[in-house]
């Protein structure tokens, strides 16, 4: 199976803040990455597609890159309504994984 | 709008055995590749299986922890997909998503609020 390790596991911005979050796997996946958000209670929501791409009506606050094992989401200026736990899942092989997520709290 | 609504879940024992429904609305089901993520409480994401369209002849795919005790199933007719679990363990304690992928693309796009699922004695 693909390993899907995000860094940090935790972290605490201020708003305006550039936050980063890495995704390394544990295998070459080509930019098959997708990165999701989501918040207490409630569903994940998708945010980006093939490492970069973002999806229908997320904000361009929202930005992927990377390619082959190592990849990033960030956040160019924390809003308070970022806060919430970030996930990112390889699709290129079966079984599909995800991350161990990262927790963003505003300070 | 595109909508998925789950349903089915409930409280059961060890052993026994559950079945999950997830409604689409807002577009149809027959041309997507569709999946299941479950989520433990307290937990991160897990993947619990795909089914592929009719174009792929209705293909699926498991995670290792669910196969050969889970089983996906759909009805485009009623715009449906189904989760049948049976040996249901502990472990398998979480929340259940149902999850639209993209036509003709693997990744996921819409996701529905999920429906709890309990197994305990």
């Known amino acids: 199976d693909i390993q899907m390790t995000q860094s940090p596991s935790s972290l605490s911005a201020s708003v305006g803040d550039r936050v980063t979050i890495t995704c390394r796997a544990s295998?070459?996946?080509?930019?098959?990455v997708a990165w999701f958000q989501q918040k207490p209670g409630k569903a994940p929501k998708s945010l980006i597609y093939a490492a970069s791409s973002l999806q229908s009506g997320v904000t361009s606050n929202f930005s992927g890159s990377g390619s082959g094992t190592d990849f990033t989401l960030t956040i160019n200026s924390l809003q308070p309504e970022d806060a919430a736990t970030y996930y990112c899942q390889q699709y290129t092989t079966f079984p599909l994984t995800f991350g161990g997520g990262t927790k963003v709290e505003i300070k | 709008e595109v909508h998925l609504v789950e349903s089915g879940g409930g409280l059961v024992q060890p052993g026994g055995s559950l079945r999950l429904s997830c409604a689409a609305s807002g577009f149809s089901l027959s041309d997507h590749y569709m999946d299941w993520v479950r989520q433990a409480p307290g937990k991160g994401l897990e993947w619990v299986g795909r089914t592929r369209n009719k174009a792929n002849s209705y293909t699926t795919e498991y995670a290792a922890s669910v196969k050969g005790r889970f089983t996906i199933s759909r009805d485009d007719s009623k715009n449906s997909m189904y989760l049948q679990m049976k040996s249901l363990k502990t472990e398998d304690t979480a929340v259940y998503f149902c999850?639209?992928?993209?036509?003709?693309?693997?990744?996921?796009?819409?996701w529905g609020k999920g429906t709890t699922v309990t197994v305990s004695s």
């Open positions: 999850v639209r992928n993209v036509v003709d693309q693997y990744y996921m796009d819409v």
């Open positions: 295998q070459g996946i080509s930019n098959s």
